[in-house]
Each structure stands twice: as structure tokens, then as C-alpha cells.
């Protein structure tokens, strides 16, 4: 049902899940634990699914926090649970322990981030348009004003798709490559003439290394590859399917976590 992350997992002051499409109660293509509220999935499934998440957070299903996620460089503060509407944006930060925040991923990259010397979460749903716009960096300001350090954060990426199973035009090269040329590195040629293998992953452990935050990790988990885990937008789309179900990947503070 999760899958947790060794950097994450030895911290008391934190729970986090990356939670897999195991263990649900959804059926058809949104089988089983489909966590997505923007998808036509059965509403009350998709909030028992929640309860369920939660529930293994150790929170209640209403202080598990989600985005009406827009593929954007706004990041939201979360100080109390806001039910709907959902704010527009595609991160979220926190020092207020109970607060579970929960990005919704179909291929995208679910990011995790703590600081455990200052009391700081955040999280970030980091597609390429969110990537390159600058997500990840607003997540980390948005955590130094709650008194976070970079060098002290740890961040973890989640399932996502991997670049073998990402084909893209040439149209899509180019708009990393007019930003600069060094982005080259994220794109192998496919066997399509005037094709690319983008490196989702790569150029997301890239805007990490230079934004100097102290520690990086990819779990190197595919979601187009391992069907039986994972949702993928991807995959859905290449069968013609008519939706797709979503991965929430979330993190919370407990009361043992510093408050500053």
C-alpha cells in the first residue's frame, strides 16, 4: 500500500508515505486506492481511499491536505485544514504538526521535503512544466521563511515516470535547451526520427543540486513501467483510456517534531 523512504523513515520528528495504487477500494481503471479528486472516479471511494491514507499518517482524512494542482511555481502555507475549494498551486509547507500534505501524481514527480532541526515540511508536484518553472526552488524559500536552512533540508523523489518511457518532440526539447544549452544532458534521441527520451528524474536531481539544499535522494521507482504500483498518465493515455487514477505521496509533522 506505501512505500517509505529510508532517509524519511529513522526521522521521529516526521511520517510520510509514498503511497502506491494498492490497497483501495476503487474498481475498473482506478483500481484500488486512487486518491485523486479531480479524476471521475466514485466520490465516496475516493474519500474512503483518503480515510485510509490518514489514517496510516496517523491524522484525520479532513487534515490530509490536497492542491488543485495547476503546473505552477505557487506554493501555499498550510496552518489549518482547508477542505474546498483546494487552493490553486503545486506545493505546500508547514511547521504545524497534524497537517498531512499530499501531492497527487500520475507520472509527475512527487517531492518530499523536511527539515527535522527546524520543524519544517513541504511538498512539491514537480512535472516538467512545474520543474522548469521553478517549483522546487519556491518550495525551499517558502521553507526559509518558516525558519528552514537549505543545507539542512532532505528531499526525496517518488515514483515518476523514468526516460525511457518518456518520448517527447523536438518542440519540447527546445524549450529546456533555450534556457541553456547544459539541459541537453536530459534528452537522449529515440528511435522516432525528431524524437527525445526526456529525463524527468535527471533534471529534477539537477535543479537540486544547484538550489544546495543537504541532502537529494530518488527512490528510482517508474510509474509507466510498474503497472501493478502505479497510476501513469502516460500509460492511460497510449491505451486510449477515457481517465487515469492518481498516487498521493504526503508527509506530516508528529508532536515530536521542533516547533520554532
Known amino acids: 500500500m506505501l512505500i517509505e523512504a529510508p532517509e524519511l523513515s529513522g526521522l ?32 465516496d471511494n475516493v474519500q474512503e481511499n483518503r480515510r485510509r491514507m490518514a489514517e496510516c499518517l496517523g491524522v484525520t482524512e479532513p487534515n490530509l491536505v490536497s492542491l488543485y494542482q495547476i503546473h505552477s511555481d505557487k506554493v501555499v502555507v498550510a496552518e489549518t485544514p482547508w477542505g474546498a475549494p483546494r487552493p490553486q498551486a ?20 512527487p517531492v518530499l521535503f523536511v527539515d527535522p532541526h527546524h520543524g519544517v515540511i513541504g511538498a512539491a508536484h514537480a512535472g516538467w512544466k512545474g520543474a522548469i518553472g521553478g517549483i522546487l526552488e519556491a518550495t525551499i524559500a517558502e521553507m526559509e521563511k518558516l525558519g528552514a ?66 541532502n537529494f535522494h530518488d527512490l528510482g521507482l517508474c510509474t509507466y513501467a510498474d503497472e501493478q504500483r502505479f497510476f501513469s498518465f502516460r500509460r492511460a493515455t497510449h491505451r486510449q483510456e477515457p481517465d487515469y487514477g492518481r498516487q498521493i505521496s504526503a508527509i506530516c509533522l508528529t508532536d515530536a517534531s521542533v516547533s520554532k
Do not use: W
Not at 18 to 29: D, K, Y
Open 90 to 109: 503545486d506545493a505546500m509547507v508547514t511547521k504545524v504538526p497534524g497537517i498531512a500534505l499530499g501531492i497527487s501524481t500520475a507520472d509527475c514527480g
Open 149 to 214: 536552512e537549505r543545507r539542512t533540508i532532505t528531499a526525496v523523489l517518488g515514483p515518476c515516470i523514468s526516460q525511457k518511457n518518456y518520448e517527447v518532440g523536438s518542440e519540447f526539447r527546445d524549450r529546456f535547451i533555450e534556457k541553456t544549452a547544459e539541459n541537453s544532458r536530459y534528452f537522449n534521441r529515440s528511435s522516432k526520427d525528431g524524437y527525445f527520451l526526456f529525463d524527468l528524474k535527471g533534471y529534477i536531481a539537477g535543479r537540486m543540486v544547484v538550489a544546495e539544499i543537504g
Open 12 to 43: 521521529k520528528s516526521v511520517r510520510h508515505a509514498f503511497f502506491t495504487r494498492e490497497g483501495g477500494v476503487s474498481s475498473g481503471i482506478y483500481t484500488s486506492l486512487n486518491g485523486g479528486l479531480g479524476s471521475s472516479d466514485t466520490p
